[in-house]
Nanobody, 122 residues
Framework: QVQLVESGGGLVQAGGSLRLSCAASGRTFMHSAMGWFRQAPGKEREFVAAISWSGLSTYYADSVKGRFTISRDNAKNTVYLQMNSLKPEDTAVYYC???????????????WGQGTQVTVSS
């Protein structure tokens, strides 16, 4: 079992930055791949970024590549999403998830947090 709690969301102007955190509890965190997804109103949940259990392998959606960075600290049971050069289209609820593999498919993730709202004003 893995419990996930996101934090760090908020309101920011376009071009600004935010850092999301996802604190995990449970013994399996160190062996779990982690992902960030987002869901805007009226849209399906979409993949943002993923990281392997070791942190050595990362994977990004084209829409955020070069602007967002995913990282993890296994000693702190925490995964991060640094978001720079934010755009209004990045506005969404952001979710972290834990799974068996570094995948862009939500179906590959077993555990989900409750989400944190990110709003980017123009």
């Amino acid at each position: 079992q893995v419990q996930l709690v996101e934090s760090g969301g908020g309101l920011v102007q376009a071009g600004g930055s935010l850092r999301l955190s996802c604190a995990a509890s449970g013994r399996t965190f160190m062996h779990s791949a982690m992902g960030w997804f987002r869901q805007a109103p009226g849209k399906e949940r979409e993949f943002v970024a993923a990281i392997s259990w070791s942190g050595l392998s990362t994977y990004y959606a084209d829409s955020v590549k070069g602007r967002f960075t995913i990282s993890r600290d296994n000693a702190k049971n925490t995964v991060y999403l640094q978001m720079n050069s934010l755009k209004p289209e990045d506005t969404a609820v952001y979710y972290c998830a834990a799974g068996q593999s570094r995948s862009s498919s939500p179906k590959e993730y077993d555990y989900w947090g409750q989400g944190t709202q990110v709003t980017v004003s123009s």
